[in-house]
């Protein structure tokens, strides 16, 4: 039974450019949400998905964008990228109605901005 | 705003010996918390959780305490193993009635060291 699953593993962006990530949940969950990690710091929310419609959203501005599809799979996508933006993105999976709270995360994107 | 903070960034122990993290939250709204453990190059994974109609919840070596008055939770490690060495995270969530939202407040965790 594969876990969640993210890609690229790890990436390296210039300022100003885009950047998509990708996710897909654990199998059988139908629920994905977003954090971004920066070094020492614990992970934050950035937005949740349900039946391809964002649910639920953190204090990100709109340069972070994302999209769920019909298979449950997620992608996120972070425009003009400054160098705040280098951290460990996680995705995580969950059932909705599952047990409250209890995410699976994948091993994350390490997204360096130089 | 940092709604969710563990104060000790790191914490070395002996095996054998009990462990105690320590995690505080200001949000008087947070129903259900977490903790999660995080090795490295690895996904954080859950490890326990306690919802705010209780004080104590406890699944084998892990236990987790629930101060909802002075805003405090812990977790006790008994006993301590080397294996048990990584990161840990607290985490929080307001649920308010609803199931299982995603949306966790994360503390910054505490590095923990297990020595043999």
């Known amino acids: 039974d594969a876990g969640v699953t993210q890609s690229p593993t790890h990436l390296i962006k210039t300022r100003g450019q885009q950047v998509t990530l990708r996710c897909s949940p654990k199998?059988?969950?139908?629920?994905v949400s977003w954090y971004q990690q920066a070094l020492g710091q614990g992970p934050q929310f950035i937005f949740q998905y349900y039946e391809e419609e964002e649910r639920q959203r953190g204090n990100f501005p709109d340069r972070f964008s994302g999209h769920q599809f019909p298979n449950y799979s997620s992608e996120l996508n972070v425009n003009a990228l400054l160098l705040g933006d280098s951290a460990l993105y996680l995705c995580a999976s969950s059932r909705l109605g599952g047990n409250t709270g209890e995410l699976f995360f994948g091993e994350g994107s390490r997204l360096t901005v130089l | 705003d940092q709604q969710v903070k563990q104060n000790s960034p790191s914490l070395s122990v002996q095996e054998g010996r009990i462990s105690i993290l320590n995690c505080d939250y200001t949000n008087s709204m947070f129903d259900y918390f977490l903790w999660y453990k995080k090795y490295p190059a690895e996904g954080p994974t859950f490890l326990i959780s306690?919802?705010?109609?209780?004080d104590k919840n406890e699944d084998g070596r892990f236990t987790v305490f629930l101060n909802k008055s002075a805003k405090h939770l812990s977790l006790h490690i008994v006993p301590s193993q080397p294996g048990d060495s990584a990161v840990y995270f607290c985490?929080?969530?307001?649920?308010?009635?609803?199931?299982?939202?995603?949306?966790?407040?994360f503390g910054q965790g505490t590095t923990l060291q297990v020595k043999p």
């Open positions: 199998s059988g969950h139908d629920t």
């Open positions: 985490a929080a969530s307001a649920l308010g009635g609803s199931s299982n939202t995603g949306k966790l407040i």
């Open positions: 306690i919802s705010s109609i209780k």
